[in-house]
T-cell receptor, first 114, second 110 residues
Framework: GAGVSQSPRYKVAKRGQDVALRCDPI?????LFWYQQALGQGPEFLTY????????KSGLPSDRFFAERPEGSVSTLKIQRTQQEDSAVYLC????????????FGPGTRLTVL | GQNIDQPTEMTATEGAIVQINCTYQ??????LFWYQQHAGEAPTFLSY????GLEEKGRFSSFLSRSKGYSYLLLKELQMKDSASYLC???????????FGGGTRLMVKP
C-alpha cells in the first residue's frame, strides 16, 4: 500500500474488555514498531519486530499487552482486560531496515476505555 | 536511562524564523530524528542527523552536536500550515526503537 494503515481508527471499550488493534505496514518493510501516545505527550515505545521475530518488548506496560506478527507483515496489538489508563493513541510504524532508515507512522488508533 | 527535553510550546509569526531546541541524555546514540505531527495525525519524518553539523532540506534545517547532546530544528519563512507539534527522537544503541521527547507545540500567528 501507499503507507502504513491502522484499524480501527477509533475504539471505545468498556473497562475489562479485550481489544485488538491492527497494523498494515508498508509492503516490504522488515521492521515494525508499536508506540503509545498519551494526549499532549510524545510517543512511547512498546515493542519492535524484525520480520516475524519480536526482538524487543521491553516497553509493554504489563502482561495484559501482547503483540504478534506471525507472517512478518500485518501485526496485531492486543490488550486484555482494558483499564482506563490504557486510553491513548496507539501508533504503528514501519521501516525498511534498522540503521538510518526513517520510520513511517500510521494514523494511529485512538482507544478510549470507559 | 533516556532523557530528552524540548520546550513545551512556542509561538512565532508568519514569515519569520523559529528554532526549536532539543537536549538529550541517552544510553548510546545512533541518530537523532525530527518529526512533525499535526493534531490527530501521524508523525511525519522531517530530518535525520547522525554526524555533527547542519542538514538542510528546503525551509527546514536540523543541527546536531553529539558532544553537547544537543540538536535544533530551524524553520524558515514560517507558514500557517507549520503550526503543529515537533517531536525530537533519539535512537540509542540498544535496538532500533526511538525515544521521543514530549514534543514542542508551535503556533504560527499571522
Amino acid at each position: 500500500g501507499a503507507g502504513v494503515s491502522q484499524s480501527p481508527r477509533y475504539k471505545v471499550a468498556k473497562r475489562g474488555q479485550d481489544v485488538a488493534l491492527r497494523c498494515d505496514p508498508i509492503s516490504g518493510h522488515v521492521s515494525l514498531f508499536w508506540y503509545q501516545q498519551a494526549l499532549g505527550q510524545g510517543p512511547e515505545f512498546l515493542t519492535y519486530f524484525q520480520n516475524e521475530a519480536q526482538l524487543d518488548k521491553s516497553g509493554l506496560p504489563s502482561d495484559r499487552f501482547f503483540a504478534e506478527r506471525p507472517e512478518g507483515s500485518v501485526s496485531t496489538l492486543k490488550i486484555q482486560r482494558t483499564q482506563q489508563e490504557d486510553s491513548a493513541v496507539y501508533l504503528c510504524a514501519s521501516s525498511q531496515t534498522g540503521g538510518g532508515n526513517e520510520q513511517f507512522f500510521g494514523p494511529g488508533t485512538r482507544l478510549t476505555v470507559l | 536511562g533516556q532523557n530528552i527535553d524540548q520546550p513545551t510550546e512556542m509561538t512565532a509569526t508568519e514569515g519569520a524564523i523559529v528554532q526549536i531546541n532539543c537536549t538529550y541524555q541517552t544510553s548510546g546514540f545512533n541518530g537523532l530524528f525530527w518529526y512533525q505531527q499535526h493534531a490527530g495525525e501521524a508523525p511525519t519524518f522531517l530530518s535525520y542527523n547522525v554526524l555533527d553539523g547542519l542538514e538542510e532540506k528546503g525551509r527546514f534545517s536540523s543541527f546536531l552536536s553529539r558532544s553537547k547532546g544537543y540538536s535544533y530544528l530551524l524553520l524558515k519563512e514560517l507558514q500557517m500550515k507549520d503550526s503543529a507539534s515537533y517531536l525530537c527522537a533519539v535512537r540509542g544503541n540498544a535496538g532500533n526503537m526511538l525515544t521521543f521527547g514530549g514534543g514542542t507545540r508551535l503556533m504560527v500567528k499571522p
